[in-house]
């Protein structure tokens, strides 16, 4: 991947711009309101690969490897990358698009690795379906 880009032949799963409203006291981006993003994109191709319900049974790695700031667009990518009797585990790439006097550039700026799990009407694990 060339460096300053988003990903090639990649398509995210979520892009939306961080607001105001959800920066911290240090005037960068709150890491919790990048966290619930990553979790809804996560979510996303668990839920398709479940074919039903899931929730988030574990956040197995978070890194915050660069701040976001106010006006960044974030896009997620989300991959399953493996697949257990009840469990699904997604790997969640962000990258942060900043934009400053018509200059765009782009980094890497989370990473994360979570379990969701395949449940049924009482919420119990169900198996997930074959692929
Ligand atoms: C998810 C839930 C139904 C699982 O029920 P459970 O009977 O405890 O089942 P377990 O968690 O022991 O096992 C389910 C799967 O999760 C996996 N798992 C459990 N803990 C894990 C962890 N810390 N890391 C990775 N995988 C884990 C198990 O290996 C198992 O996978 P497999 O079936 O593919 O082998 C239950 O824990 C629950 O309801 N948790 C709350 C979920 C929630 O509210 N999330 C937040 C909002 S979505």
Redesign the pocket.
């Known amino acids: 991947m060339p460096e300053n880009a988003l990903p090639e032949n990649k398509i995210p799963v979520i892009r939306v711009p961080a607001m105001p409203s959800d920066i911290n006291e240090g005037g960068t981006i709150f890491g919790g309101w990048i966290m619930s993003q990553v979790d809804i994109a996560g979510s996303i191709p668990a839920a398709v690969r479940a074919g039903g319900p899931i ?4 956040v ?1 790695s978070f890194e915050f490897k660069k701040p976001v700031f106010v006006g960044d667009l974030i896009s997620c990518y989300a991959e399953v990358t493996k697949v ?4 699904i585990t997604v790997c969640v790439e962000v990258y942060a698009q900043h934009m400053e006097k018509g200059i765009v550039s782009t980094a890497a700026v989370t990473e994360a690795t979570l ?1 969701y ?1 395949a ?1 049924d009407e009482k ?3 169900r198996a997930v379906p074959k692929a």
């Open positions: 929730v988030t049974r574990a197995d257990g009797k009840t469990s379990v799990v449940i919420g119990r694990p």
